[in-house]
């Protein structure tokens, strides 16, 4: 009898300890589970965390200053730096205009020539960055002492001046090639307008080429159709009859019949910019 028990003892504890075994190697792989999962959740905590992270540092930088909108009442310029490789004679002012500035308010141009003050305003709604350069310009008395170098009076009725280097009595192959170290694009321009370019607009002198616009202006003393390709950047409200009476007097032709420098000399002693 004690034989047969004592083998009824030895199965049942066999039996005992495989079920152990058996839950051991079970709680094993629960463990082994759970810490495969908690580590998929961390990675995807950690992975959040970063774009998280990302976002908010893009969030940052989209706020920067240099991404930012230009502040209320303004408008941003782009200025195109000019080394002379185009072939321009070009007076370095150094620096160059605010990157953002005014567009609102008006501006009075004023010109105190050797024939008499000519006076224009500029509407800064329409023509900022143009009124931004003239502002900038004028502070550094980049056209003072100057002279207008061009008048047309067949076809285009116009005076042209804003030369830097245009200076001293008589003229020079080389009047008409200057301007500053920087240019910018066109603005306010008329394509809607007939005459494009009417009695008393003061517009601005480019090149073929798009945003070539400088330093250099032309007076409209009459009606004037030209392509709708030139910055208009104010009105003339005093000094036309100067205009007019130089452009009586004629040209030399110097570029042909009714184009060349006026037989009348402008000077221009200063040109000034400010507030209307």
Not at 32 to 48: F, M, W
Not at 92 to 101: E, F, I, K, Y
Request: aromatic share 6%; glycine share 10%; net charge positive.
């Amino acid at each position: 009898m004690s034989s047969i028990k004592d083998r009824q003892r030895a199965a049942a504890r066999a039996r005992l300890e495989k079920e152990m075994a058996e839950r051991a190697a079970a709680a094993k792989k629960r463990r082994q589970r759970q810490a495969i999962i908690g580590s998929a959740i961390a990675v995807i905590v950690i992975a959040g965390a970063a774009v998280w992270i990302v976002s908010a540092l893009g969030n940052d930088d989209d706020k920067s200053p240099s991404a930012s909108a230009p502040p209320p009442g303004t408008v941003a310029c782009q200025w195109i730096p000019e080394d002379g490789s185009s072939g321009a004679q070009v007076k370095d002012v150094g620096g160059l205009p605010p990157a953002n500035v005014p567009n609102t308010g008006k501006s009075t141009l004023t010109m105190d020539t050797n024939l008499g003050p000519i006076t224009a305003t500029v509407d800064l709604s329409k023509a900022p960055c143009t009124g931004a350069a003239f502002t900038f310009l004028a502070s550094k008395k980049f056209w003072d002492g100057t002279k207008c170098h061009r008048l047309t009076t067949e076809g285009i009725k116009v005076l042209q001046c804003g030369d830097p280097s245009a200076k001293g009595k008589g003229y020079r192959p080389t009047d008409g090639q200057g301007g500053p170290n920087f240019k910018y694009p066109e603005e306010n321009l008329p394509t809607n307008a007939k005459p494009t370019y009417p009695k008393g607009t003061i517009a601005m002198a480019k090149t073929q080429a798009p945003s070539t616009t400088g330093s250099q202006f032309f007076i409209v003393y009459a009606d004037t159709d030209l392509p709708a390709d030139y910055t208009v950047l104010g009105t003339i409200t005093k000094g036309l009859d100067i205009v007019e009476n130089v452009a009586k007097k004629g040209s030399d032709d110097a570029n042909g019949k009714g184009d060349g420098h006026p037989k009348q000399e402008v000077d221009i002693k200063t040109l000034t910019m400010t507030a209307a």
